[in-house]
């Protein structure tokens, strides 16, 4: 009941506000109220006693005192730099990680031909652009039959299927059964273009396992490369194709 008395009570009393900039002093901004000085207090007196520990810091060092950080950083415009220490590696050390590169990059290779090899066994390749086109060869006896020919009679199926690759029914075949299968228009289209998409991802996974072919046999050529034995560069480095030397050939013991 006091609960709801003090609310009610409030919901009377005056509404407090605080008080604006004077006119004549309008051009000096907004007031600063206590909350604001507070914040503005509090940064100022943290700001001076960082400088005073600074300055307690300076006075109380020792010119004589190392630490082995100094070794390694040197002083650039006023700033602390780390100095960029050079990798001491062993030609041993070097050539087991050009083995480990190669031995990733080859089993990244190994990895897209598996995929490859699982993709082209789902789509056949029976419509692929990249694939080489087969060539169906007719032979005739004379120049009037050659004049005479009609592809779609000589392989008995009807005009507008004879520039398919598969799935080309002969007529009679047309004649007795009916026909199998999706015969919408539009979902006939939607199976076109995901072939067509399983296509293109079968085109970007070759070319990235040429490249990684390419990539491994240049990290190879410059694993032996770090030998001792005398070599002669017999074909320069391309895009394609590692460069080519001849060793000196060494008996073996």
């Known amino acids: 009941m006091a609960a709801a008395f003090r609310k009610a009570a409030k919901s009377r009393q005056r509404e407090h506000r605080e008080r604006s900039q004077p006119g004549f002093r309008k051009h000096l901004g907004l007031l600063e109220k206590k909350k604001d000085y507070k914040l503005r207090a509090d940064d100022y007196h943290k700001k001076q ?7 307690k810091k300076a006075l109380e060092k020792n010119p004589d005192e190392f630490y082995y950080k100094m070794t390694r950083v040197k002083l650039q415009d006023g700033v602390h730099v780390i100095k960029e220490t050079k990798e001491e ?33 789902e789509l ?10 087969n060539k169906h060869l007719f032979f005739f006896d004379t120049k009037k039959e050659v004049e005479q ?10 005009p507008e299927l004879v520039d398919r690759v ?43 396992e040429k490249k990684l072919f390419i990539i491994a046999q ?6 032996d490369l770090m030998d001792k034995t005398q070599k002669v560069k017999v074909k320069k480095e391309t895009v394609n194709s590692p460069a080519i030397y001849k060793f000196q050939s060494r008996r073996k013991r």
């Open 49 to 55: 006693e960082f400088l005073k520990a600074l300055r």
């Open 89 to 121: 590696v062993t030609p041993e050390q070097l050539k087991l990680m050009r083995t480990q590169d190669v031995k990733y990059i080859e089993m990244k290779r190994i990895a897209e031909a598996k995929k490859i090899e699982r993709l082209k066994s």
């Open 124 to 133: 056949h390749l029976l419509d692929f652009q990249g694939k080489q086109r």
């Open 149 to 158: 020919f009609d592809i779609a009679t000589h392989l008995q199926t009807a």
């Open 166 to 208: 598969f799935n080309r029914p002969k007529i009679e075949t047309l004649q007795k059964e009916k026909v199998k299968g999706i015969t919408h228009q539009t979902r006939l289209k939607r199976i076109a273009k995901e072939r067509q998409k399983q296509y293109n991802c079968l085109t970007q996974r070759i070319e990235r």
């Open 218 to 223: 240049k990290i190879q050529t410059r694993k």
